[in-house]
C-alpha cells in the first residue's frame, strides 16, 4: 500500500526533527517511514500555512536521520 509522501527531514534539532512540508497536516498526527514504521508526531507547525515546516517528535528511544522520507500513514 502506498502512502502519501509528506517530505524529508532536513534539519535535527533539540526539540525533533524539522520536516518541510508541501502543506499543513495537524499537530498530533503520526508520521510513518517507508516499511509503515512509525517515524514521530507532529507537534509543532512553523511558517506559513501554504508551505509549512512540521516539527516531529521520533518515538521514544529513536532517532532520526537527515534526508529520511516521511509519510503519512
Known amino acids: 500500500m502506498a502512502h ?3 517530505g524529508k527531514v532536513i534539519q535535527i534539532t533539540e526539540r525533533g526533527a524539522l520536516v ?3 502543506r ?3 499537530i498530533g498526527t ?3 517511514d517507508v516499511r ?3 517515524a514521530g508526531r507532529v507537534i509543532d507547525v ?3 500555512v501554504t508551505a ?3 516539527l516531529v517528535l521520533p518515538p521514544r528511544g529513536k ?3 537527515l534526508d529520511r522520507e516521511v509519510y503519512l500513514p
Open 52 to 54: 509549512p515546516y512540521l
Open 30 to 32: 503520526t508520521l510513518v
Open 4 to 6: 502519501e509522501s509528506l
Open 46 to 48: 512553523l511558517g506559513p
Open 63 to 65: 532517532t532520526t536521520k
Open 20 to 22: 518541510k512540508a508541501p
Open 24 to 26: 499543513m497536516v495537524p
Open 36 to 38: 509503515n514504521q512509525p
